[in-house]
């Protein structure tokens, strides 16, 4: 089974805005099993969209146009495969209701533009929009062959897709009737030591067919995501297979796993300290807030976050924070902006980080250089320090995400004595 | 004069990255007054790159290829043009030298397959690449038509793009000699507004021949950029036209402006700060860091920045920043730390964020309330109450902005006096 993904958007070849939806679709047609060869990205022209859309069918089974769904005399997409199906465009009262409801819903008048949204090529369904005004299309062509099409606003297309238009393409590819799949979220290590350490369990699903599958993913600084994919005969039959092989991939990678799915670092973090009662405090300088920025990223971070400061003038981490050390891009210093986070901020845990994020050298200590510094209760405070890669922005991103791996580890090391 | 864009990379399809590059080239075109129709990602697979290159030059000029020109044996655009012009390959000793250079003054050893990257289709030119391995490609066809072929990492490819793609477009299409842009950043008004109120420019410029153009991009919450371009013999007389319209922009944007180019509302504030001798200090709540995190964004912010306070936990902003009042999400919250942020970091001026991120109301104050605080030298410390749209980390963000751009107001009408 085959489908190419067919974006449709003057603004997007302008550059306007950047096609992510593209990146998600291909994302769950590869974990759906579904291959494509082709993206394509064009503007608001119906003979354009109907030139692609014959030229993907000539090689392919189905498309999934995106976007080109909305009420405007811009918005072509409707058109355009009653055109290719030679068909004409037929109102759908109910649709047209709903519509209208939607609106009324709102108190805002409907502008009667609104009302094509409720026409569907003749022959064609609507994929119901619980979320916007645009219903989808699932259109199959004469050839058996299949067109749908999603609105471009990113998540009323998530919702169409993994509603509607992934399961039909599984009916259609008749493989499977479920398919599930978890996402380990892994930090720490580099994509090729991960793919040796796992080879052999690749070499197990191979032999024994490819079911569940295994693919790594690449995050930049937010790490590598191992998924694994199964295919069943029913919902059941396919997770308990991605279970199985969860344990094996856990029993290999241990704590280089710090979440599933749509967990973060953070909220690994935060449930940690959760679990043992205790609050989070920080002291950051190069960070300049980032770590404190990332952490609130988590709702319900305030019953464990108490606060970080930003210690970026010397003598702030001096009068604020009592730092003595000579140079406040040391060991000492790190040490001290830690136990300072936990006096100052009135928290059970400290953690710091001050490090040289450049363009040039600070107290003859290199570009790159951070220390971070951990104080948790009953355990003496503890520093590392490192040499990170990378520009201004990423040396700060890199160091957020390290220190905050680094306090998991020690945490979750506590959790298992 | 039409270049299409194709990008190469099966991670592309896997949506294991998304494609960024398309939507900057697409930007660059336009601007040069080059028209796209199509963007087009297809795996790594030469036999497709080949059918693809085809079926683009059945319609278009020019065809830009992103990606698929490194080391590896599935780096398949350079085969791919040399089928295509039926041509061999052809390594030019100098760029092996070069590339041999690079890995030594990397003190690195050269896997033999790098020097697949000294390849070039007979009679194409070689792009020269100054900051990386892999040089691009310029080939010219039987037929007069021009295939370009970029590396993707993205810094790369732009380089190129800005240096040899456009301007060889733009000597091809014999249109201009030069064009020159810049782009005006605004915020704090809808694109509808601006458009309103300078659509007797667009009109004023349509009448004298379209030249210079003006074209809205949105960006965001990062606001909404007017951009002006201007073609012309020279670059000089390009850039005349270009700073007489900008002259007539700013007269009807006035502070909606607060930026040209590559100017962030950061660096524009530090730079205000700068030029009257004041630091700035920050006490921030629902933000949790991220007003810091995105003033140490500047280089050199260290001249200017002396912290920021992410109290997060309402007992800190008592202890730590003597606050007072009842509620902390308040107008005399938001004051109160203001002026904390001044005394505890030793700063010129103090700016505050106080507000409820959500997902539920806090001490009977609505999601989306946010109290901003600004203390200035000699003036009495101000206000502004606002209630923002959005979702957690949206209002964060905008929340951010929306008191730095408040900030950048004050300090630029006080210079204005």
Known sequence: MR????????????????DTNSAWIGEQLAASGVDSYEHRAIGDNQTRIVDALRDLFSRSDA???????????????????????????????????????????????MPQNNLRQADVPEGGQAIPNP????????????????????????????????????????????????????SLKTWGTSESALAESVAHRLDALDAQGGNPTIAFLARGIEGLVVRVTAKGATEAEARALVELEEKELRLILGDLVFGVDDETMESAVLELLRGRGWTLGVAESLTGGLIGARIVNVEGASDTFRGTIGSYAT???????????????????AREMAEAAQRVLGADVGISATGVAGPTEQDGVAVGTVFFGIAIPGLPTEVVSTRLPGDRERL??????????????????????
Chains 1, 2 share one sequence.
């Not at 190419?4 to 805005?17: D, N, R, W």
């Not at 409707?78 to 055109?83: Q, S, V």
């Not at 290719?84 to 709903?98: C, G, I, S, W």
């Not at 001096?318 to 210093?333: H, K």
């Open 3 to 18: 489908c190419e993904v067919l974006a449709i958007g003057t603004e997007l070849l302008l550059g306007q805005i950047v």
């Open 63 to 109: 498309v999934l146009v995106c976007g080109g769904l909305g009420p405007t005399q811009d918005d072509l997409t409707r058109d355009a495969i009653a055109e290719l199906m030679n068909v004409p465009l037929v109102r759908h009262d109910d649709l047209a209701e709903q519509i209208a409801q939607m609106f009324r819903a709102r108190v805002r008048d």
């Open 131 to 182: 979320i916007g005004t645009a219903p989808g299309l699932l259109c199959e062509l004469p050839d058996g062959k299949v067109v749908y099409a999603v609105p471009g606003v990113p998540y009323e297309m998530k919702q169409m897709v993994t509603d509607h238009v992934i399961p039909d393409l599984l009916r259609r590819s008749g493989e499977a009737a479920a398919i599930v799949s978890i």
């Open 315 to 333: 003598d702030v981490k001096r009068s604020l924070l009592g730092v003595t050390a000579e140079s406040v891009v040391s060991e000492q210093a």
């Open 396 to 417: 700060r991103q890199f160091s957020t995400i390290s220190l905050l791996n680094l306090l998991r580890q020690r945490l979750d090391a506590l959790g298992r004595r």
